[in-house]
């Protein structure tokens, strides 16, 4: 059974940061990409970072300097850093696995809230 877990959510205040995490378990780690994305109440879900199996990052262009994903493969966990988050950045954040060869095969975590609020 896959299983995604977010973690490390919370409010924070404008211009703070912020840590969370997705650990997994029932995939085998080292052969999926890791992707954080985000929905907020109206909007489409959107893309916040990627990591690649070989711990490539990539960032779509809104995002580049204020996050940072990493990847533990030794933990199955991958993170997301955020900085500088302001009001716009509250959202829920889910965290995703793809395969990245072969038959099509993702999953996506339940999500965990992040709200930036003074």
């Known amino acids: 059974q896959v299983q995604l877990v977010e973690s490390g959510g919370g409010v924070v205040q404008p211009g703070g940061s912020l840590k969370i995490s997705c650990a997994t378990s029932?995939?085998?780690?080292?052969?999926?990409?890791m992707d954080w994305y985000r929905e907020t109440q109206g909007k489409e879900r959107e893309l916040v970072a990627e990591i690649t199996v070989a711990g490539w990052p990539w960032y779509p262009a809104p995002m580049k300097g204020r996050v940072t994903i990493s990847r533990d493969n030794a933990k199955n966990t991958t993170t997301l850093e955020m900085r500088n988050l302001q009001p716009d950045d509250t959202a829920v954040y889910y965290c995703k696995v793809k395969k990245a060869w072969g038959p099509e095969e993702a999953y996506w975590g339940q999500g965990i809230q992040v709200v930036v609020s003074s």
């Open positions: 029932g995939i085998v780690f080292n052969e999926f990409a």
